[in-house]
C-alpha cells in the first residue's frame, strides 16, 4: 500500500486500531503528499480495544462476533442490531479512532472491515462520534455492478445506511467495488476506470505478498493470495 500511495494509484488508506502491526511504516505512509487516512473500523477480527479494557457487556462484544453472528442479529439487514450490541459498538468505534489519533495518525473518514458500519442501526449510534472527532466521511457500498454476486447484499445494507447517513450528516461518494476478474484483466479494467466522470471510491486490498495466513488465528483473513493481483493491477496503473 505504502509503495501504491508513493506512485499516486492510491489516495487513501484505512487502518485497523486493534491490528498487530498498525504502526509498521505508518511514519512513511503519513509522510507521502495528499495522502489521506481512515479508521478501519473493526468489529470482527482479532481482540477489540474494549474487550481489552473489560468495558463491553457479556451480552454485546465480549466476544470478538464473527461476521455472519452479526449478519443474523440484524435478520440479514431487516431490523437493528439489539441495544447492548449497539452500545457496545458506540464505545468500541470510538476507542479505535481516539486510539489511532494517540499514535499521531491525523484521520478524516471511516469504514469498516466486512463492511460492519453497514449493519442496520450502525451509522445512527456511531455518526455523532464520528462527526465530533472529526471523521464525518464514510463508505456506502452502493454499486449496482454486484447484481447477481454475494456482495449484491452489501447494497441491500447501504441502502438503509444510506437513509443514516443523509439524515445524520455523514458524506461518502459514488462507488465501484471491482472483483478479482477485473484485478486479472488490467487492460480492460484500466478502460473501466478511464470512462468515470466523477469523483468516485474504488475499493481496494493490495499486498505484494498473500501472508495474511501466518497471523494468529484471531487475525487470519479468508482473502489472502488475491491481494497479489490487487497490487499488480494497481502497479500497473501507474506505468
Known sequence: MLKLAQLGVIKRVSIMANSLHKKYLLDELQAVPGIQLG????????????????????????????????????????????GALLKDIEQEFTLQVKGLQEHGVVL????????????????????????????????????????????????????????????????????????????????RWQAQLAKLTEPTEVICHPATHGDLQLLPEEYTDHYDGARVDEFWALYNLSR
Open 108 to 187: 478524516s473518514y471511516f469504514d469498516s472491515h466486512h463492511h460492519v458500519h453497514l449493519l442496520p442501526g450502525v451509522i445512527e449510534c456511531i455518526a455523532p462520534h464520528a462527526k465530533t472527532l472529526g471523521v464525518g466521511h464514510t463508505r456506502l457500498v452502493l454499486d449496482w455492478g454486484l447484481f447477481g454476486k454475494p456482495q449484491f447484499l452489501l447494497c441491500w445494507f447501504s441502502l438503509t445506511a444510506k437513509r443514516a447517513a443523509d439524515r445524520t450528516g455523514l458524506s461518502y461518494l459514488p462507488f465501484k467495488y471491482p472483483g478479482r476478474k477485473q484485478f486479472v484483466l488490467r487492460n
Open 39 to 82: 479508521l478501519h473500523f473493526n468489529l470482527t477480527n482479532g481482540v477489540l480495544l474494549g474487550q481489552k479494557s473489560g468495558h463491553h457487556q457479556g451480552n454485546g462484544l465480549a466476544k470478538t462476533p464473527p461476521l455472519m453472528q452479526l449478519i443474523k442479529h440484524s435478520w440479514f439487514g431487516c431490523r437493528s442490531l439489539s
